[in-house]
């Protein structure tokens, strides 16, 4: 969270919605290439100052080179006027290579920093972030919203500062040689730019507009292909494929009206400036003809006319690309900005160091789900499990049971009560420290696009291949994994969908076998199980599960009967706890649970 700290511009925030100032949050990534940035400015201003010199060596050639008295003079005069020309087409060409080699290296390296940055936040983001923002959202600000900002980062403002450079050093020149003149066109110029801005906050509207429509669709797209099995049984293509068809629709129909606006800009500027430069050449021509300038100096401001005309249309371009890049770079910020209520405390208490089980302790939790305020998920919850002990969870769904998994987790806080763990408050922790304690093997396993033998390392990074592979036999993954065609090594694809329901469970319980941890949750870890899987894959639970706290979240009641003890949620209080057999005895609400299941 640090890092995401320090870049997290406030500058940005303060400018208007879609404004170029928007750029500024932009500084923070910038900032570390200090030197290549002014590398990049100096090959820039000299690729500006050549091509300024160009009109000046035009009007020597012109006014000396044509000038000579004899044949002789005049060829040399020409021959050395023309490689003044070409000398300083060279450097132009020298100069603009190292700048465009230089805000190209710049676009890519910050982009990737701003891609990092970003990604790298919002996975420190708890649940409740999700809750409201879709996965598409955040896809489509880290691909397309990147793309924009490396697009003037790596070009557009490049050429907008060259063009900008270009056209005030033709102006002075035009000024210093016609001062009259050109005070006329400035104030046609300034009679431009107040229709211009009118014209661009139209433009950073639709801007913004337009990318949240595109956001949009990345978000229905994502959401459907990660559920493509329930789309194809529901036989919702069409249905899918409509509703992905107006959003684009509605992205293309907004894009349109920004291209419009940008359109009018661009035309009004070119247009403008054009009348304003041709007049200033009008009065020009008529200086020559009345002897007060020379060929040479006509040529001369010809050429600077064209500089600054030229200037003035990719401006233009370049103004219209800024907005656009605005918008994309609030849209980043907004995400860099984004705040998670769950984070590590600046002086973390020390981390237990027990290996041998954990104790835990709930005293009084209440907790809502952020997105269901007026509904209590646990109410004055209050829980203690010793270390070693083995407790099952059980309830009717919607009781509570795997907020109880949750805020262990600490992927949500309390509303009010205290969690500890090993006598320290979870809130007191580093996020690290706590989760290092703490395996897993959730209801629905997730496998990773690698190999098996990685998607089981990733509960320990830097274990060997032979502790992988031992955690495997221990959750009776071996056999299926050795029979693939690369073993180990085969690539599982996205989801696991080269895996049944069963074999994903098995490696998702090698993988927290592996981490070792002294707390273990299992959350329904045998539910996607064959009852012969499961009568192997129990037995090796239990077999882990010796001299470490477990607590089981389950359904089927046959899993848990020889838990040390079973709590029993119903509408997020806790209503009863005992042994399976005392439960029964009771005629409580795990004795109706009972009943449906075992037929007793």
């Known amino acids: 969270?640090?890092?995401?700290?320090?870049?997290?511009?406030?500058?940005?925030?303060?400018?208007?919605?879609?404004?170029?100032?928007?750029?500024s949050g932009l500084a923070p990534f910038l900032r570390p290439y200090r030197a290549r940035i002014a590398l990049a400015v100096l090959f820039l201003v000299l690729a500006a100052v050549a091509t300024l010199v160009f009109p000046l060596?035009?009007?020597?050639?012109?006014?000396?080179?044509?000038?000579?008295?004899?044949?002789?003079?005049?060829?040399?005069?020409?021959?050395?006027?023309?490689?003044e020309?070409?000398?300083?087409?060279?450097?132009?060409?020298?100069?603009?290579?190292?700048?465009?080699?230089?805000?190209?290296?710049?676009?890519?390296?910050?982009?990737?920093?701003?891609?990092?940055?970003?990604?790298?936040?919002?996975?420190?983001?708890?649940?409740?972030?999700?809750?409201?923002?879709?996965?598409?959202?955040?896809?489509?600000?880290?691909?397309?919203?990147?793309?924009?900002?490396?697009?003037?980062?790596?070009?557009?403002?490049?050429?907008?500062?060259?063009?900008?450079?270009?056209?005030?050093?033709?102006?002075?020149?035009?000024?210093?040689?016609?001062?009259?003149?050109?005070?006329?066109?400035?104030?046609v110029l300034v009679l431009i730019v107040a229709p211009s801005v009118w014209f661009g906050r139209r433009v950073r509207k639709l801007s913004r507009a337009s990318q949240d429509r595109m956001a949009d669709s990345s978000a229905i797209?994502?959401?459907?292909?990660?559920?493509?099995?329930?789309?194809?049984?529901?036989?919702?293509?069409?249905?899918?494929?409509?509703?992905?068809?107006?959003?684009?629709?509605?992205?293309?129909?907004?894009?349109?009206?920004?291209?419009?606006?940008?359109?009018?800009?661009?035309?009004?500027?070119?247009?403008?400036?054009?009348?304003?430069?041709?007049?200033?050449?009008?009065?020009?021509?008529?200086?020559?003809?009345?002897?007060?300038?020379?060929?040479?100096?006509?040529?001369?401001?010809?050429?600077y006319v064209i500089i600054l005309a030229g200037a003035a249309a990719v401006l233009g371009e370049v103004y219209g690309d800024l907005l656009r890049a605005a918008g994309a770079t609030e849209?980043?910020?907004?995400?860099?900005?984004?705040?998670?209520?769950?984070?590590?405390?600046?002086k973390p208490a020390p981390a237990p160091t027990t290996q041998a089980g954990s104790a835990i302790k709930f005293d009084n939790v209440t907790f809502h789900y952020p997105s269901r305020p007026a509904q209590a998920a646990l109410s004055d919850f209050s829980m203690n499990v010793a270390p070693g002990e083995t407790v099952a969870i059980v309830g009717p769904s919607g009781a509570g049971k795997s907020t109880v998994f949750q805020l262990l987790l600490r992927f949500y806080d309390p509303t009010s009560g205290r969690i500890t763990l090993?006598?320290?408050?979870?809130?007191?922790?580093?996020?690290?420290?706590l989760r290092q304690h703490i395996g897993i093997v959730p209801q629905d396993a997730v496998i990773f696009s690698t190999s098996a033998l990685e998607n089981i390392r990733y509960g320990k990074p830097g274990a060997s291949d032979e502790e992988t592979r031992a955690a495997a036999q221990a959750a009776f993954a071996h056999e299926f994994i050795s029979a693939l065609p690369e073993g180990y090594d085969t690539f599982l694809g996205e989801r696991g969908v080269r895996l049944s329901g069963g074999q994903r469970q098995r490696i998702a319980i090698a993988r927290a076998m592996l981490k070792n941890a002294p707390l273990l949750l299992l959350d329904e870890a045998t539910s996607a199980l064959d009852a012969e899987s499961e009568r192997m894959v129990q037995a090796?639970?239990?077999?882990?599960?010796?001299?470490?706290?477990?607590?089981?979240?389950?359904?089927r009641l046959a899993t848990v009967q020889k838990a040390d003890r079973i709590i029993v949620l119903d509408h997020g209080r806790l209503v009863e706890q005992g042994s399976?057999?005392?439960?029964?005895?009771?005629?409580g609400v795990y004795a109706r649970l009972a009943a449906l299941q075992f037929n007793v």
Not at 2 to 23: C, D, T, V
Not at 96 to 104: E, K, L, P, W
Not at 422 to 433: E, F, K, S
């Open 1 to 23: 969270m640090a890092a995401s700290n320090s870049l997290s511009p406030s500058s940005a925030s303060a400018a208007p919605k879609g404004s170029p100032r928007s750029l």
């Open 57 to 83: 060596a035009l009007r020597s050639l012109i006014d000396g080179g044509l000038s000579a008295a004899g044949k002789g003079e005049q060829l040399m005069a020409l021959r050395t006027h023309f490689f």
């Open 85 to 187: 020309l070409f000398a300083v087409a060279a450097a132009l060409g020298l100069f603009s290579a190292g700048r465009f080699y230089m805000v190209s290296w710049l676009g890519e390296r910050v982009t990737a920093d701003l891609r990092n940055a970003v990604y790298s936040h919002v996975l420190r983001q708890s649940p409740e972030f999700f809750e409201t923002t879709q996965t598409g959202e955040v896809l489509s600000r880290l691909t397309g919203d990147t793309t924009l900002v490396q697009t003037v980062v790596g070009s557009s403002l490049s050429m907008g500062l060259r063009n900008a450079v270009m056209g005030v050093g033709a102006l002075v020149m035009l000024v210093y040689t016609n001062p009259y003149l050109m005070v006329q066109v400035l104030g």
């Open 221 to 303: 797209a994502a959401e459907v292909l990660n559920a493509i099995p329930v789309v194809q049984s529901y036989t919702a293509e069409a249905r899918e494929t409509a509703r992905f068809d107006q959003s684009t629709s509605d992205a293309f129909h907004t894009a349109v009206r920004r291209s419009k606006a940008r359109s009018v800009l661009v035309a009004f500027i070119i247009i403008a400036t054009s009348a304003g430069l041709l007049w200033g050449l009008y009065q020009g021509t008529q200086a020559v003809m009345r002897g007060d300038i020379t060929a040479g100096h006509l040529g001369q401001t010809i050429v």
């Open 331 to 346: 849209r980043l910020m907004e995400l860099l900005e984004t705040r998670s209520p769950v984070i590590s405390p600046s």
């Open 422 to 433: 090993d006598g320290v408050a979870t809130r007191d922790m580093a996020l690290d420290d």
């Open 540 to 555: 090796a639970l239990e077999s882990a599960m010796k001299g470490r706290t477990t607590l089981v979240i389950a359904h």
């Open 580 to 587: 399976h057999a005392e439960l029964v005895n009771r005629g």
